[in-house]
């Protein structure tokens, strides 16, 4: 179960550590703004978590910085407030740590949703999305294996229209990749951001309901 005990978390405050570098210098006086590539990358970052990513650079950082922080700290700090509640979405699992696959599975199918997997790899995924009709993926952005979860999210969005919703606590890799995914869920998480993800996904029109 999800009970705020969750640490496992590939360098996620490193990763939040390099953005800070890359952007802080947005909030200086005078501002120090990054290169294009990276401000496009923000404003990527900021839309998948749902703030506005149409103003000043500066303001968006600001905002994307403080939900970052939030989420990379303890994890099940915010689990107190429960999640909007969301219909019933077929959702596909893909994560290559079996506890934290069982543990998605069971917080899923809880909350009323059906489930498809886990899968540990892309390859096997990208089958199954052939064979079921999915609402939305849970991806690991960093899969062990054959593919990895960048590759799947683009197989599934432009073969099978599924949308996509990142796992990782590779905070940099995120932001990279920010346009192949609806939402994201910084690792180590509780059950309450996994669900709040979703709702905030299928209350935005990302997910079809």
Known sequence: ????????????????????????????????????????????????????????????WRDLR???????????????????????????VVEDDPAMAADLVEVLVEAGHDVIGPFSDGAAAATAAGLHAIDLALVDINLAGDGDGVALARTLGQSWDVPVMFLTGDVAAAARHARLAVALVLKPYGRQDVLRAIARAAAGGAVKT
């Not at 550590?17 to 909030?27: E, T």
């Not at 403080?66 to 596909?92: F, H, K, N, W, Y």
């Open 1 to 60: 179960m999800f009970d705020g005990t969750q640490t496992t978390t590939p360098d996620g405050g490193g990763d939040l550590a390099r953005l800070r570098d890359i952007y802080d210098g947005l909030l200086a006086r005078p501002p120090a703004p990054p290169g294009n590539e990276a401000l496009a990358e923000l404003a990527g970052m900021a839309r998948i978590f749902d703030l506005d990513a149409d103003r000043p650079p500066a303001e968006v």
């Open 66 to 92: 403080a939900v970052l922080t939030r989420q990379g700290g303890p994890a099940g700090e915010a689990d107190a407030t429960p999640p909007p509640p969301t219909p019933s979405l077929t959702i596909m």
